[in-house]
């Protein structure tokens, strides 16, 4: 397979039959004109004949350069298709990484909202607790719990990701219900060595809590610990914002207003370098007066 010309001396050969013109074609290329012409002199000797008839004050395409213009244009044209089908795709799909938690509660609930008034954005939501690297990973923005915004990234403050412990109804009726903090400590635990209960029984002023005659499971968001205590499995350590439909229909009760802080919110984050990409800006713009009534749910505490 013989090797294809110089891209150089192909793109200026496609903008000189275009133009007819030497001049006008640097002026496109942002070449000199010389520079033109030697790219053309390049390709003249890779195609062994005349690419053009040199004429007083003008120049026209030879017999092989007629031949060469067509499909060098027409190449051309289907790169530049491919390119701006490329960048339409990218324009035009949104792809989001959340946490579980914020995913399944919050957001795949009222994404349907945003996709309504954005009809012309693909929206792409991957729910995983692992940290992507925007620099090499097909991602736009992010939802993230963490303590403040990470290093190198805009962020937006969404939520507070306080909890108190939330059971069912009927694990609560099994020791005659709950009447003081302590009586807590009677029932199974979901992920019991999660820090949450030691930090939420402190704060209580509770003591007594220890994991080392409970069972240990790991569960892995909070969003499976819930349904755990929705099952009756156990007391959950959950962020009561995310379950006021549970509350209101019964499946889980929050016994106390106690609600403790380990400091971790939940953030919107992106490259801060995107900021004004017109889809982060969109999203930007819905989410933060979307979550509005999360903060104002109890969980208005704020970094």
Same mark, same amino acid.
């Given at each position: 397979m013989?090797?294809?010309?110089?891209?150089?001396?192909?793109?200026?050969?496609e903008?000189?039959?275009?133009?007819?013109?030497?001049? @006008?074609?640097?002026?496109?290329l942002?070449?000199?004109q010389?520079a033109?012409?030697?790219q053309?002199r390049?390709?003249e000797?890779r195609?062994?004949?005349?690419?053009?008839l040199?004429k007083?004050r003008q120049?026209?395409?030879s017999?092989?350069?007629?031949?060469?213009?067509?499909?060098?244009?027409h190449?051309f044209?289907?790169?530049?298709?491919a390119f701006a089908?490329?960048r339409?795709?990218?324009?035009?799909?949104?792809? +989001?990484?959340?946490?579980?938690?914020?995913?399944s509660?919050w957001?795949?609930?009222?994404?349907?909202?945003?996709?309504l %008034?954005?009809?012309n954005l693909?929206?792409?939501?991957?729910?995983?607790?692992?940290?992507?690297?925007f620099?090499t990973e097909e991602?736009d923005?992010?939802i993230?719990?963490s303590?403040g915004?990470?290093?190198?990234?805009?962020g937006?403050?969404?939520?507070?990701?306080?909890?108190t412990?939330?059971?069912?109804?009927?694990?609560?009726?099994?020791?005659?219900g709950?009447?003081?903090?302590?009586?807590?400590?009677?029932?199974?635990?979901?992920?019991?060595?999660?820090?949450?209960?030691?930090?939420?029984?402190? %704060?209580?002023?509770?003591?007594?809590?220890s994991i080392e005659?409970?069972? +240990?499971?790991?569960?892995?968001? %909070?969003?499976?610990e819930?349904?755990a205590?929705?099952?009756?499995?156990?007391?959950?350590?959950l962020?009561?914002?995310f379950?006021?439909e549970?509350?209101?229909?019964?499946?889980?009760?929050?016994?106390?207003?106690?609600?403790?802080?380990?400091k971790?919110?939940?953030?919107?984050v992106?490259?801060?370098?995107r900021?004004n990409?017109p889809k982060?800006?969109?999203?930007r713009?819905w989410?933060i007066?979307?979550?509005?009534?999360? @903060?104002a749910?109890g969980a208005?505490?704020?970094?």
């Open positions: 013989s090797a294809l010309p110089p891209l150089t001396a192909v793109r200026a050969f903008a000189v039959a275009r133009h007819l013109s030497f001049t @006008r074609a640097a002026e496109e942002g070449m000199t010389a033109v012409s030697y053309i390049i390709l000797e195609v062994g004949a005349p690419l053009f040199r007083p120049i026209a395409l017999e092989t350069g007629a031949r060469l213009a067509p499909e060098v244009t190449a044209e289907t790169l530049r298709s089908d490329s339409g795709r990218i324009d035009g799909m949104l792809g +989001i990484t959340s946490v579980p938690t914020f995913a509660h957001l795949v609930q009222n994404l349907g909202h945003f996709q %008034q954005h009809p693909a929206v792409r939501v991957e729910s995983s607790p692992r940290v992507v690297d620099a991602f923005l992010g993230r719990g303590i915004v990470p290093p190198g990234l805009a937006h403050f969404l939520l507070a990701a306080d909890f412990p939330m059971l069912s109804p009927r694990l609560a009726d099994s020791i005659g709950i009447r003081e903090p302590a009586d807590l400590l009677k029932l199974p635990m979901v992920d019991a060595d999660d820090p949450w209960f030691s930090l939420w029984f402190e %704060q209580a002023g509770v003591t007594g809590y005659t409970r069972p +240990i499971s790991q569960l892995g968001s %909070q969003n499976l819930a349904a205590a929705i099952a009756g499995r156990g007391v959950a350590m962020t009561p914002a379950y006021v549970d509350i209101a229909a019964g499946r889980l009760i929050q016994p106390f207003d106690l609600i403790a802080s380990d971790h919110s939940y953030y919107l992106y490259p801060e370098a900021r990409s982060i800006k969109a999203f713009e989410i007066p979307a979550t509005e009534p999360l @903060r749910g208005t505490r704020q970094p």
